[in-house]
Nanobody, 117 residues
């Protein structure tokens, strides 16, 4: 089992910044993928950014150039730096962990991000 603890959500004005953190603990395997997804009211959950353990990182089209994902493998933690936030970035942000050994997916409890116009 893997547990994910998220932090860093909140309320910010448009143009502002927030930093999310997600720490994984438990049965951590070296081969994994960690990512952030988000879900706005009435919309499907979408990928924001993801990173494999070997450093390959990808971003959703709507956040490219504004968000930066980084990870600390020693701490099993990923960070999402969100700059130039827009009202459409509002939603619940979920941490995602894929275990490359057991082929299992884990989700965090979600953290609310609200961007006011």
């Amino acid at each position: 089992q893997v547990q994910l603890v998220e932090s860093g959500g909140g309320l910010v004005q448009a143009g502002g910044s927030l930093r999310l953190s997600c720490a994984a603990s438990g049965s951590i395997f070296s081969r994994n993928i960690m990512a952030w997804y988000r879900q706005a009211p009435g919309k499907q959950r979408e990928l924001v950014a993801g990173s494999s353990d070997d450093g390959n990182t990808g971003y959703g089209d709507s956040v490219k150039g504004r968000f930066t994902l980084s990870r600390d493998n020693a701490k099993s933690t990923v960070y999402l730096q969100m700059n130039s936030l827009k009202p459409e970035d509002t939603g619940i942000y979920y941490c995602y962990y894929y275990d490359g050994r057991g082929k299992q997916i884990y989700w965090g409890q979600g953290t609310q991000v609200t961007v006011s116009s």
